[in-house]
């Protein structure tokens, strides 16, 4: 099974990596582009003999992402399991 | 007009990073991880008066992908369009 968590900078804290590139992408002739903001995908591949009970893989998931996928102080992550 | 592009390492490149991830969620103790890979993903912001052709809008934000947002050598990328 394949689940997959996105990690965002919290809306309130400034992202410069997304603001250079919309610099870079005005510089590069888009023009339109208001805000850029980037985060991280992770998708994970659960062992289907770990993935049964799907409530308890999403608690199992946002364990790993307070410890390790995301950093709650200045990221907010959401969770999806695809079938 | 909100727009996502998802960028990804294509699936025969390795990925060190998520490898890492992988080894390090088994050392924290969750079990059944059997594969973890790491993307990016950028949200842009567009305007609403650059945002009426959405045929031009992709095509526009492929370019971007190409040209900046993503290394096509060695990733993939796919555009959403939120209204």
Redesign the interface.
Known sequence: MKATV?V?LKSEVLDPQ?DA?RR??GT?G??????????????????E???KDAAGLKA?LA??SD???ANPVIEDYEIKLDS
């Open positions: 996105v965002r997304g590139v870079a992408l590069l888009f023009e339109g582009v208001k805000d850029v903001r980037i985060g991280k995908i992770v998708e994970i591949e659960i062992d003999a770990h993935a199992r364990k790993m410890e390790m996928l």
